[in-house]
């Protein structure tokens, strides 16, 4: 059974950072495409960044710049360094295989960014 376990988030002010942890357990994790999602209340979850096994990342225009992840394969983890956080980066942030979470989600953690 394959466990997403999220951390990391919290309330910041804009132009603030965060860095969320993932702790993956239940799969081969080396081999696969890991993202970072995001879904604000109402909305369809959104894809903010992956990483393939061999360390290649991809991001949407909306966080490119900002956001980095990355992820340590001997400890089974994904990160997500966010920097310049804005007000409509708020949400809850989920970890999963990408581009399509095929796993059932963790609880998240929640991301809130003040004005």
């Known amino acids: 059974q394959v466990q997403l376990v999220e951390s990391g988030g919290g309330l910041v002010q804009a132009g603030g950072s965060l860095r969320l942890s993932c702790v993956v357990s239940?799969?081969?994790?080396?081999?696969?495409?890991m993202g970072w999602y995001r879904q604000d209340p109402g909305k369809q979850r959104e894809l903010v960044a992956s990483?393939?096994?061999?360390?290649?990342?991809k991001y949407p225009d909306s966080v490119k710049g900002r956001f980095t992840i990355s992820r340590d394969n001997a400890k089974n983890t994904v990160y997500l360094q966010m920097n310049s956080l804005k007000p409509e980066d708020t949400g809850v942030y989920y970890c999963?295989?990408?581009?399509?979470?095929?796993?059932?989600w963790g609880q998240g953690t929640q991301v809130t960014v003040s004005s």
């Open positions: 999963n295989v990408a581009p399509a979470g095929l796993y059932e």
């Open positions: 990483v393939g096994w061999g360390g290649s990342t």
């Open positions: 239940g799969m081969i994790f080396s081999i696969k495409t």
